[in-house]
């Protein structure tokens, strides 16, 4: 597959377009013009770089990428460690990050609600970043365990842990700054991947239990539905490399 047929694929099924995101969505670094094999993983890391030499990948996409509003732009250290290695193997890097987490079939969210067994049906917060559901009422503490125990992961709640969650709200990552607002949408639990200091407070004044899953463990899911639609449609080798972080 020629890279920018993906890179124009791409941009328009995330709809790139659609959002005012902290980084650059879409292709970050050129590489090569033909892609055949493609490691997909949830950040440019080093290590994801160092995996995808050891396979002579010619693409990695990520969802935490590069050229992050307000970081410092000089290429030196880290940054330009990494970024030698993809210029010296002529590897492509394409980053998603708002996008994918919006996606209403292949996104972070969806594939959260697909794990859990939730069935969306509504949406709140700015730009409608958080996603809703209606469950049947159980503890917010058996929420928490039911959560751990498909991510794989220990689990934080906050707050009244048995609250009787009948709406529930969630969205992945980094989305505490969305606890108000999921709220006042009715929700009786929200969950986000990390966990702030004031979140805390809010969860115990409110009466609404926080639940934070991980950051990285809330966002490994949906790098891997758009890895596995690419090699449905195009028939591209896509391989998805877990890079273990445990926030």
Not at 103 to 120: E, I, K, T, V, Y
Not at 153 to 167: S, W, Y
Not at 168 to 183: K, L
Request: include cysteine; glycine fraction near 10%.
């Amino acid at each position: 597959m020629q890279r920018d047929e993906l890179r124009n694929y791409l941009d328009r099924f995330l709809e790139v377009a659609r959002f005012r995101d902290y980084c650059p969505n879409g292709l970050q670094v050129e590489g090569r013009g033909d892609i055949r094999l493609l490691v997909c993983g949830v950040t440019a890391c080093q290590a994801l770089l160092d995996a995808a030499v050891a396979l002579d990948a010619d693409a990695i996409l990520v969802h935490h990428g590069w050229f992050w509003r307000g970081e410092d732009a000089r290429v030196v250290g880290i940054r330009r460690t990494r970024l030698a290695t993809l210029l010296r193997h002529d590897i492509n890097l394409f980053a998603f990050h708002l996008p994918l987490d919006h996606h209403p079939g292949l996104g972070n969210n969806m594939q959260l609600a697909r794990l859990f067994g939730w069935l969306p049906d509504g949406r709140c917060g700015e730009d409608e970043s958080c996603w809703l559901a209606t469950l049947t009422a159980v503890a917010a503490s058996v929420v928490a365990d039911q959560v751990g125990s498909v991510l794989g992961r220990p689990t934080q709640l906050i707050g009244d842990a048995e609250r009787q969650v009948k709406r529930v709200a969630w969205c992945s990552g980094g989305a505490q700054g969305y606890f108000e607002q999921a709220i006042a949408a009715g929700a009786d639990l929200f969950l986000s991947g990390e966990i702030s200091e004031p979140t805390v407070h809010l969860a115990r004044e409110s009466g609404i239990p926080y639940l934070a899953a991980g950051h990285h463990a809330t966002e490994r899911y949906g790098v891997q539905a758009l890895g596995h639609h690419l090699k449905e449609r195009f028939g591209l080798d896509c391989r998805f490399i877990d890079i273990d972080n445990p926030v």
